[in-house]
């Protein structure tokens, strides 16, 4: 099947928070679910719009176009402008920043300091967003916590669907060295999934042919 003329947006990847000009705070995440994903959905057809945090940046293929951002405020500017494009499909895989400092140091903080004590503050949930400004958009998030327990894991899932309103969550950990993921939506959970390429072959045969 063809998801030719399907406009679909995907986040991924890490993003940043500033401490000074040169030290920031991120995470571990890769981005590899959402590359997959624009790979997958634009060999079906579909012209994909890819929000990619810091790290590699890959050939990106004549229907996938890539923007790049590093800081939280970036991506929360481009997906509040993206938003209002009216795509067929969102998916949020973005690993974002849950916290940054309360304040940041305007000039390096000096090495030579023996301690420093930086405060820090929830961020918007950009997830919360999505289902506000584009309603009619098919909405897919995610929720990944390490080393946690399938039944810990799925509730937390199923709270950030109904908190967000969006109509599907990945659900994933790594467990020993081991991927899991399970996709919930409402009243329904399917998995265990055990690598990223099934996942993504599970989450284009469900959702979108």
Request: proline share 5%.
């Amino acid at each position: 099947m063809s998801l030719k003329f399907k406009r679909i947006l995907i986040t991924a990847g890490p993003t940043w928070v500033a401490l000074d000009p040169v030290r920031v705070i991120s995470n571990t995440a890769s981005g590899e679910t959402g590359r997959l994903l624009a790979q997958a959905l634009a060999k079906h057809g579909a012209k994909v719009t890819l929000l990619l945090g810091p790290g590699e940046s890959p050939d990106p293929g004549a229907r996938i176009k890539i923007i790049r951002f590093q800081f939280f405020d970036d991506l929360k500017k481009l997906l509040k402008d993206e938003l209002l494009r009216q795509y067929d499909a969102i998916i949020h895989s973005a690993a974002v920043s849950d916290y940054k400092p309360e304040t940041m140091a305007h000039s390096k903080i000096k090495s030579s300091i023996k301690s420093w004590t930086c405060k820090l503050v929830r961020t918007p949930k950009l997830i919360d967003r999505i289902k506000k400004v584009a309603p009619n958009s098919f909405a897919l998030g995610f929720k990944f916590d390490p080393r946690t327990t399938r039944n810990s894991l799925l509730k937390a899932a199923d709270r950030l669907m109904r908190s967000s309103n969006v109509d599907a969550v990945v659900a994933n950990t790594v467990i020993n060295g081991k991927y899991q993921a399970y996709i919930v939506t409402p009243g329904n959970v399917s998995g265990c999934i055990g690598s990223k390429n099934d996942l993504v072959k599970k989450l284009v045969k469900l959702f979108f042919l």
